[in-house]
Every structure is written in C-alpha cells, then in structure tokens.
C-alpha cells in the first residue's frame, strides 16, 4: 500500500494518491490530470477511482478528465448532484482498491454532500481518514458555503458538530489525518501549517474537537470571526458540478507567444485585462499602463479568483521567461479559461518599442517615519481585518485588499495614500487595481509592516 500526499501550496490544497497492488485512487484532484497518470504509470498502475470529497469551492477539479483518460469511476457523498455520470457513495459504502478497503463516511456539515473516506488497511486495520473540508489541522471546515433555502450556516455548523462527534471522534486515537487543505486556505480560520496529524493528536489541541464541547458552543466557536468567502467561490463550485472542458485545450490557447501589436490590440480592442506576473519590486520600477499586478511567486491564483471579478475575463499577461505555462495552468486552477497568451520577449519587449511606461513611487518605512513626523498623512492598510486588529499604525485606514474593489469608494482620488501590508506583495497589488481605476496618488511602502515595526511610529495594539 502507499499514499502519497500532492501538496499545492499556492492554494494550500492537498490532492492524495493512494495505491495497492496495481489499482490506484485519487482523492480531490486538482485540474492537472498529467502528475496522477505519470504516478500511475511509473507504479504500474490503473486508476480506479476518483473519489471526491465535496464540490470544492476553492480549486477547479480535474475529475471529469481524469475520468475520460482513465475510465475511472467518479465517486461523491450521498446528496451529491452533479451534471456528469458518477457513483454516490452511500454512507457505509465500501469501494475495493487491491488489497485495501475504503469506507465512505457521510460528514455533512461543510457542504451537504461532503465525505470523509477512510482507508482499511490489508490487515484490516482503519488506517487513516481523508477529511476533506470536514476536518483539518487545528481546525474545522466553514460552515457558510453550502447555505440553502431557510439552511443557515448555523444549521450547517450543528450538522459539522454531528458529523465529527459521530463519524470521525469515535475513530481510533492512531489514525492519521489528511486533510484537504493547510494554512492560507480561505476554507477555514486557524488551520496548522502541518497538513497531517493522528486523530488524537487533534482531539487533544483542535479547539472545534474539545472534549464536553456543548453543541452550541461549537457554532459559536466556529461562526465566530468568519469573512465573506472570495467572490469566485461559487464559480468554481458550479464548474465543478458541471465538468469543464480539458485542461489540455486550455493550455494549447493560453500559452501562445504574442508580438506587441496582438498584445496591444488585444488589451485596448478586445478588453483584455492585462496581468503582470512579475515580482513586486520589478513591477514598482516599471509596467504597461493600467496592468493589474498579480506576483506568480505568491498566493497567484487564489489572488487572480478573488480579485479579478468575471472568469470568463480574456486575459494576455507578462511573466519572466521560461514561466509562462505555469501562469495559464495557475490561472486555470480557479477557473480562468479565456488566457489568450503573454507578450513574447515580456517587459522588455515593452520597453524596446518605446511605448509609454508606468512606475509606483516606494519609500522606507523610516522615510515614512520622517514624513509622519512632519506631517499628517493618508496611510492605508491593506491587511486582512485580523492582522489589522492585533497591531496597526495609529491614524490608519483598513482596506482589506481582498475587499479592494467594492471598497475604493471610500478614497479620494485627490488625496495622496501611503499603502503597506504586511511584506509588498498585497500593496502592490492594491495599488495596481487602484491606479487603473484613476487613483493616482498612490505611494507604497517597501517592504510593509515588518519593516514599520522596526521603526518608532505611532501603533495601536491589541492589549
């Protein structure tokens, strides 16, 4: 037997792929068909099925190709309803892989539908629970996603507190944990950067698993402090009930080499949005007019989701050389299908062609320091609420960036901001977005709040 976690950390997500004598599993795939096959090949083996643990709101799955390419059986929970042939898995449910057994277990809560599936060793020992949304480390799924008709995310807590006292807690203490997502998800509040644990290591120190936790304690536990899901969640959610074209015919139209005249005509004729997937630095030194910046190095594609606000959106992007198919497969992991290809050459092609560019004035921290000491300043924050709240500079305005675009209102475009975040990623971003809505008077601060803690301005923090 072997499992094998595939672990994708722009989107925290973990795929599984489980083998036994010539017949494999895989468990939430993501869109990528091309590393479950080379596994299965190089093993020698045939996959079997693709087992689901829950319409995934997160990623675009790659179930129904990978079922095309295989003949796999596409396996979901009970109450699952999706617009492709499938197997639903009835609670109880044994599904033979060689010489394992695995056992769907019924965990609504999350979602309605979602299934924790746990694996039966040769020796008929349960070995280990792949938990989807359900169960993470150190903490549990959202309760807010699946909310329908008079269900409220309430109704679907007191369903999750159910699920994991009378599924999952009354499994042995020794079984191993692997959960679909890690730290940086937006499917959950206090999730681990470890991504797999014992059950009893999580009954001891997973606050939503305390022993003699009433069930009213645990929605207000777990309701407490939830933000709005991205807006590209359901999106992707209704993809993936629906099947979506192969990832192969996405990537032939999405990694095509553009001379500047397509490019340009494409961005200023077609409505192209143009994305500059560079680092923030070379971004801040300088760009095409009115691009929007969205770094490949950080969280890419969860950043494109939630900030760029039609999938559908064409899309021609620049990117350092030699990394051009990953920017359409990251694009494509959240459902952006209409990549139509990148500059040829990048920036530079740009700047050889003598075409106007455009640059974000950056200062230190200690340069703001000295401003701020001579003058009241607009500074704008642009870390999520939490981060916000433990520490932040006295006197400034918290915008969230992943509330940027219903929340610039709140600026004047005559007034001149100072933006961080936490390290220059986000603030570039913000201002990018910010810039080609005609807020021109932006200003970052290189290197964000890291490097205002090391100066002597003003802060609030929490007590």
């Not at 007034?415 to 936490?422: A, R």
């Amino acid at each position: 037997m072997k499992i094998e976690q595939i672990y994708t950390g722009c989107l925290a997500q973990g795929a599984y792929y489980i083998e036994s004598e010539g017949e494999a599993a895989i468990i939430d795939p993501l869109r990528e068909t091309e590393p479950y096959l080379t596994k299965a090949s190089k093993d020698g083996s045939k996959i079997k099925y693709i087992f689901e643990t829950h319409f995934h709101a997160d990623f675009v799955s790659g179930h129904v190709d990978l079922s095309n390419k295989t003949g796999a059986d596409i396996i979901y929970g009970a109450g699952a309803n999706p617009e492709f042939d499938f197997v639903e898995a009835k609670d109880g449910q044994e599904f033979p892989l060689g010489s394992i057994r695995i056992k769907a277990l019924h965990t609504p809560g999350h979602t309605l539908e979602s299934t924790t599936y746990l694996l039966i060793d040769e020796n008929g020992k349960k070995h280990s629970i792949f938990t989807g949304d359900t169960l993470f480390i150190g903490d549990v799924g959202r309760p807010d996603l699946a909310q329908k008709g008079s269900m409220t995310q309430d109704d679907l807590a007191g369903l999750l507190y159910d699920s994991l006292r009378s599924k999952i807690m009354t499994l042995p203490d020794d079984i191993i944990v692997y959960p679909a997502h890690g730290a940086g998800s937006a499917c959950g509040k206090n999730m681990s950067s470890e991504t797999t644990d014992t059950l009893g290591n999580q009954k001891a120190t997973n606050y939503a698993l305390r022993e003699n936790m009433t069930r009213e304690e645990f929605i207000s536990e777990v309701t407490d402090g939830i933000l709005p899901p991205p807006q590209y969640f359901a999106a992707n959610v209704q993809m993936n009930k629906s099947g979506v074209r192969s990832l192969d015919e996405i990537m032939e139209k999405g990694k095509v080499p553009l001379d500047l005249e397509t490019f340009e005509a494409m961005a200023n004729h077609e409505g192209a949005l143009v994305l500059d997937t560079r680092n923030e630095v070379a971004f801040a030194d300088g760009h095409v007019p009115n691009s929007i910046f969205i770094g490949i190095d950080g969280s890419f594609a969860p950043w494109a989701g939630a900030l760029i606000p039609d999938l559908q959106q064409p899309i021609v992007f620049i990117s350092d050389s030699g990394r051009e198919e990953e920017v359409v497969r990251r694009l494509s992991r959240v459902g952006f299908d209409n990549t139509l290809g990148y500059l040829d050459g990048g920036f530079e092609t740009w700047i050889k062609s003598g075409r106007e560019t455009a640059s974000i004035k950056s200062i230190t921290a200690s340069e703001l320091e000295k401003t701020l000491e001579a003058e009241n300043l607009n500074v704008v924050d642009v870390r999520k609420p939490g981060e916000w709240a433990t520490d932040h500079i006295e006197g400034a305005e918290n915008i969230p960036l992943d509330y940027i675009n219903g929340e610039m209102h709140r600026l004047d475009k005559d007034k001149t901001y100072h933006v961080h975040c936490l390290g220059g990623y986000r603030s570039i971003i913000a201002i990018s977005i910010l810039k080609s809505r005609g807020y021109h008077n932006m200003i970052d601060i290189a290197e964000g709040y890291r490097t205002i803690l090391q100066t002597s301005i003003p802060r609030v923090v929490e007590a």
